[in-house]
């Protein structure tokens, strides 16, 4: 009987990053597609990143970065813990928000932005027909 085979650290170093993108995508509400779209990458590309089993280059993991809003660091695993771990107010607003349609999930992201004067209109809410 053999052995199963052990998992490199390389693999699941991908793994682990896939897992931080998945996160952060999820974190925005943004779907696969949605991520596609904006990255100029296919659907299933990003299905195969996020699930580590795709690798990606340094430019592609900075234009993730830039539109998940997360430093580079923390994406490959060089920052210590996640930037937001530590905020409890925007880990129950994560919580609580998780449940909210994506019309509410956009209409509460632009009153944030209102709130912290960002000045950046969220994407319009997809049209569900």
Do not use: H
């Not at 052995?3 to 974190?27: H, I, Q």
């Amino acid at each position: 009987m053999s052995e199963p085979t052990p998992v490199r650290d390389d693999e699941r170093e991908w793994r682990a990053l896939g897992e931080r993108l998945r996160e952060s995508r999820e974190y925005l509400g943004l779907s696969q597609q949605e991520v596609s779209d904006l990255l100029g990458v296919s659907r299933p590309a990003v299905t195969q990143i996020e699930a580590g089993r795709r690798k990606v280059s340094t430019l592609e993991l900075r234009e993730f970065a830039r539109l998940y809003r997360r430093p580079y660091e923390w994406l490959v695993g060089e920052a210590a813990g996640d930037p937001l771990a530590d905020d409890e107010v925007t880990q129950a607003l994560y919580r609580t928000t998780r449940g909210l349609s994506e019309r509410d999930r956009a209409q509460l992201l632009s009153f944030a932005q209102f709130l912290s004067g960002a000045g950046e209109p969220p994407p319009p809410p997809r049209d569900p027909s």
